[in-house]
T-cell receptor, first 115, second 114 residues
Framework: ETGVTQSPTHLIKTRGQQVTLRCSSQ?????VSWYQQALGQGPQFIFQ???????GRGNFPPRFSGLQFPNYSSELNVNALELDDSALYLC??????????????FGPGTRLTVT | GDSVTQMEGPVTLSEEAFLTINCTYT??????LFWYVQYPGEGLQLLLK?????DKGSNKGFEATYRKETTSFHLEKGSVQVSDSAVYFC?????????????FGQGTILTVHP
Protein backbone atom coordinates (compact mmCIF):
# COMPACT_ATOMS: atom_id res chain seq x y z
CA GLU A 1 0.00 0.00 0.00
CA THR A 2 1.46 3.36 -1.04
CA GLY A 3 1.34 6.13 1.52
CA VAL A 4 0.76 9.83 0.98
CA THR A 5 3.38 11.42 -1.25
CA GLN A 6 4.10 15.09 -1.90
CA SER A 7 6.17 16.97 -4.42
CA PRO A 8 8.42 18.78 -4.56
CA THR A 9 10.30 18.23 -1.32
CA HIS A 10 11.70 21.73 -1.19
CA LEU A 11 11.38 24.84 -3.27
CA ILE A 12 12.37 28.46 -3.13
CA LYS A 13 10.24 31.23 -4.60
CA THR A 14 10.36 34.99 -4.74
CA ARG A 15 7.75 37.25 -3.17
CA GLY A 16 4.89 37.88 -5.60
CA GLN A 17 5.36 34.63 -7.51
CA GLN A 18 2.90 31.75 -7.68
CA VAL A 19 3.51 28.16 -6.57
CA THR A 20 1.80 24.79 -7.03
CA LEU A 21 2.31 21.93 -4.59
CA ARG A 22 1.17 18.38 -5.32
CA CYS A 23 -0.13 15.52 -3.23
CA SER A 24 -1.01 11.92 -4.03
CA SER A 25 -3.38 10.39 -1.54
CA GLN A 26 -3.10 6.95 0.00
CA UNK A 27 -4.75 4.15 -1.93
CA UNK A 28 -8.47 3.94 -1.19
CA UNK A 29 -8.71 7.44 0.28
CA UNK A 30 -11.15 9.97 -1.18
CA UNK A 31 -10.40 13.07 0.88
CA VAL A 32 -7.36 15.35 0.99
CA SER A 33 -6.64 18.04 3.58
CA TRP A 34 -3.91 20.66 3.43
CA TYR A 35 -2.13 22.21 6.41
CA GLN A 36 0.45 24.96 6.80
CA GLN A 37 3.08 24.47 9.50
CA ALA A 38 5.19 27.53 10.26
CA LEU A 39 8.52 26.96 11.96
CA GLY A 40 8.05 26.01 15.60
CA GLN A 41 4.26 25.93 15.33
CA GLY A 42 1.53 23.34 15.01
CA PRO A 43 -0.09 22.73 11.63
CA GLN A 44 -2.93 25.07 10.64
CA PHE A 45 -5.82 23.78 8.53
CA ILE A 46 -6.02 25.40 5.09
CA PHE A 47 -8.82 23.44 3.39
CA GLN A 48 -10.10 20.01 2.53
CA UNK A 49 -11.28 18.43 -0.71
CA UNK A 50 -13.79 15.62 -0.94
CA UNK A 51 -14.85 14.19 -4.28
CA UNK A 52 -13.27 17.10 -6.14
CA UNK A 53 -15.14 19.78 -4.16
CA UNK A 54 -13.84 22.07 -1.42
CA UNK A 55 -15.37 20.71 1.76
CA GLY A 56 -14.21 23.04 4.52
CA ARG A 57 -11.78 25.92 4.75
CA GLY A 58 -9.66 27.46 7.49
CA ASN A 59 -8.73 31.10 7.99
CA PHE A 60 -6.64 31.54 4.85
CA PRO A 61 -7.10 34.19 2.12
CA PRO A 62 -8.48 33.37 -1.35
CA ARG A 63 -5.00 33.43 -2.87
CA PHE A 64 -4.72 29.93 -1.35
CA SER A 65 -6.68 27.66 -3.66
CA GLY A 66 -6.79 24.00 -4.51
CA LEU A 67 -7.95 21.24 -6.76
CA GLN A 68 -8.73 17.58 -6.38
CA PHE A 69 -8.61 15.28 -9.38
CA PRO A 70 -10.72 12.19 -10.19
CA ASN A 71 -7.92 9.94 -8.90
CA TYR A 72 -8.15 11.90 -5.58
CA SER A 73 -4.73 13.49 -5.92
CA SER A 74 -4.65 17.19 -5.14
CA GLU A 75 -2.89 20.47 -5.75
CA LEU A 76 -2.42 23.49 -3.52
CA ASN A 77 -1.90 26.77 -5.34
CA VAL A 78 -0.69 29.95 -3.68
CA ASN A 79 -0.71 33.21 -5.62
CA ALA A 80 1.11 36.46 -4.86
CA LEU A 81 3.49 34.80 -2.42
CA GLU A 82 4.38 36.65 0.76
CA LEU A 83 7.34 36.15 3.06
CA ASP A 84 5.01 34.77 5.75
CA ASP A 85 3.99 31.96 3.39
CA SER A 86 7.35 30.32 4.13
CA ALA A 87 6.41 27.09 5.88
CA LEU A 88 6.11 23.33 5.66
CA TYR A 89 2.96 22.42 3.73
CA LEU A 90 1.46 19.11 4.75
CA CYS A 91 -1.06 17.06 2.88
CA UNK A 92 -3.18 14.44 4.61
CA UNK A 93 -5.52 11.90 3.07
CA UNK A 94 -8.42 10.10 4.67
CA UNK A 95 -11.44 7.99 3.89
CA UNK A 96 -14.69 9.86 4.45
CA UNK A 97 -18.17 8.43 4.38
CA UNK A 98 -20.67 6.52 6.46
CA UNK A 99 -18.91 4.28 8.94
CA UNK A 100 -15.45 5.52 7.99
CA UNK A 101 -12.89 6.69 10.52
CA UNK A 102 -11.82 9.95 8.82
CA UNK A 103 -8.36 9.18 10.22
CA UNK A 104 -5.82 11.39 8.46
CA UNK A 105 -2.51 10.07 7.14
CA PHE A 106 0.12 12.71 6.49
CA GLY A 107 2.70 13.04 3.78
CA PRO A 108 6.28 14.19 4.43
CA GLY A 109 5.50 17.78 3.43
CA THR A 110 6.87 20.39 1.04
CA ARG A 111 9.18 22.99 2.50
CA LEU A 112 8.47 26.35 0.83
CA THR A 113 10.83 29.27 1.29
CA VAL A 114 9.80 32.70 0.03
CA THR A 115 12.56 35.27 -0.36
CA GLY B 1 -13.59 28.33 18.39
CA ASP B 2 -11.80 25.06 19.00
CA SER B 3 -8.31 25.22 20.48
CA VAL B 4 -5.60 22.98 21.94
CA THR B 5 -3.00 24.05 24.49
CA GLN B 6 0.12 22.04 25.19
CA MET B 7 2.60 22.43 28.00
CA GLU B 8 5.50 24.77 27.45
CA GLY B 9 8.57 23.02 26.09
CA PRO B 10 11.09 21.81 25.28
CA VAL B 11 11.30 18.76 27.52
CA THR B 12 14.66 17.11 28.16
CA LEU B 13 14.87 13.73 29.88
CA SER B 14 17.33 10.96 30.53
CA GLU B 15 16.70 7.53 29.06
CA GLU B 16 14.22 5.45 31.12
CA ALA B 17 12.70 8.52 32.76
CA PHE B 18 8.94 9.00 33.04
CA LEU B 19 7.33 11.33 30.52
CA THR B 20 4.25 13.51 30.83
CA ILE B 21 3.22 16.09 28.23
CA ASN B 22 0.13 18.03 29.23
CA CYS B 23 -2.63 18.85 26.77
CA THR B 24 -5.91 20.65 27.38
CA TYR B 25 -8.56 21.56 24.87
CA THR B 26 -11.57 23.78 24.24
CA UNK B 27 -14.27 22.51 21.94
CA UNK B 28 -18.00 22.33 21.63
CA UNK B 29 -19.65 18.96 21.68
CA UNK B 30 -17.65 15.77 21.90
CA UNK B 31 -14.38 15.93 19.99
CA UNK B 32 -12.05 13.09 19.14
CA LEU B 33 -8.54 13.56 20.52
CA PHE B 34 -5.18 12.60 19.03
CA TRP B 35 -1.47 12.63 19.65
CA TYR B 36 0.78 12.93 16.61
CA VAL B 37 4.57 12.63 16.51
CA GLN B 38 6.91 14.34 14.07
CA TYR B 39 10.47 13.10 13.68
CA PRO B 40 13.08 15.46 12.20
CA GLY B 41 12.52 16.11 8.52
CA GLU B 42 9.33 14.04 8.38
CA GLY B 43 5.58 14.52 8.32
CA LEU B 44 3.19 13.69 11.14
CA GLN B 45 2.49 10.16 12.33
CA LEU B 46 -0.55 9.27 14.38
CA LEU B 47 0.64 7.99 17.75
CA LEU B 48 -2.68 7.30 19.48
CA LYS B 49 -6.27 8.46 19.66
CA UNK B 50 -9.41 8.43 21.80
CA UNK B 51 -12.89 9.12 20.52
CA UNK B 52 -15.00 9.41 23.66
CA UNK B 53 -14.75 10.34 27.31
CA UNK B 54 -12.74 7.95 29.53
CA ASP B 55 -11.25 6.16 26.51
CA LYS B 56 -7.55 5.38 26.81
CA GLY B 57 -5.45 5.47 23.67
CA SER B 58 -2.18 3.56 23.71
CA ASN B 59 0.65 2.72 21.32
CA LYS B 60 4.38 1.94 21.59
CA GLY B 61 4.29 2.35 25.38
CA PHE B 62 2.60 5.77 25.20
CA GLU B 63 -0.81 6.31 26.78
CA ALA B 64 -3.35 9.12 27.06
CA THR B 65 -6.80 9.17 28.66
CA TYR B 66 -9.67 11.36 27.43
CA ARG B 67 -10.81 13.33 30.50
CA LYS B 68 -13.91 15.32 29.70
CA GLU B 69 -14.29 16.72 33.21
CA THR B 70 -10.87 18.40 33.00
CA THR B 71 -10.86 18.76 29.17
CA SER B 72 -7.46 17.09 29.09
CA PHE B 73 -5.59 14.41 27.14
CA HIS B 74 -2.15 14.18 28.73
CA LEU B 75 0.47 11.97 27.09
CA GLU B 76 2.50 9.61 29.30
CA LYS B 77 5.20 7.01 28.92
CA GLY B 78 6.76 5.07 31.73
CA SER B 79 10.28 4.75 30.34
CA VAL B 80 11.45 6.88 27.43
CA GLN B 81 14.13 5.93 24.94
CA VAL B 82 16.52 8.03 22.88
CA SER B 83 14.48 7.05 19.81
CA ASP B 84 11.44 8.85 21.30
CA SER B 85 13.13 12.21 20.68
CA ALA B 86 10.72 14.10 18.42
CA VAL B 87 8.05 16.80 18.42
CA TYR B 88 4.69 15.75 19.85
CA PHE B 89 1.42 17.40 18.86
CA CYS B 90 -1.92 17.13 20.59
CA UNK B 91 -4.91 17.60 18.28
CA UNK B 92 -8.68 17.44 18.23
CA UNK B 93 -11.32 16.78 15.64
CA UNK B 94 -14.59 18.43 16.55
CA UNK B 95 -17.55 16.13 16.95
CA UNK B 96 -20.25 16.22 14.31
CA UNK B 97 -18.13 17.82 11.58
CA UNK B 98 -18.60 16.50 8.13
CA UNK B 99 -15.03 16.94 7.06
CA UNK B 100 -12.78 16.11 9.99
CA UNK B 101 -10.60 19.22 10.26
CA UNK B 102 -7.83 18.76 12.83
CA UNK B 103 -6.93 21.54 15.28
CA PHE B 104 -3.39 21.21 16.65
CA GLY B 105 -1.52 22.46 19.66
CA GLN B 106 1.80 24.23 19.22
CA GLY B 107 3.87 21.09 19.75
CA THR B 108 6.29 19.96 22.45
CA ILE B 109 9.89 19.13 21.62
CA LEU B 110 11.13 16.06 23.50
CA THR B 111 14.85 15.29 23.72
CA VAL B 112 15.99 12.10 25.44
CA HIS B 113 19.64 11.73 26.39
CA PRO B 114 21.39 8.36 26.88
Amino acid sequence: ETGVTQSPTHLIKTRGQQVTLRCSSQSGHNTVSWYQQALGQGPQFIFQYYREEENGRGNFPPRFSGLQFPNYSSELNVNALELDDSALYLCASSQAGAGKSYEQYFGPGTRLTVT
Amino acid sequence: GDSVTQMEGPVTLSEEAFLTINCTYTATGYPSLFWYVQYPGEGLQLLLKATKADDKGSNKGFEATYRKETTSFHLEKGSVQVSDSAVYFCALRAGGTSYGKLTFGQGTILTVHP
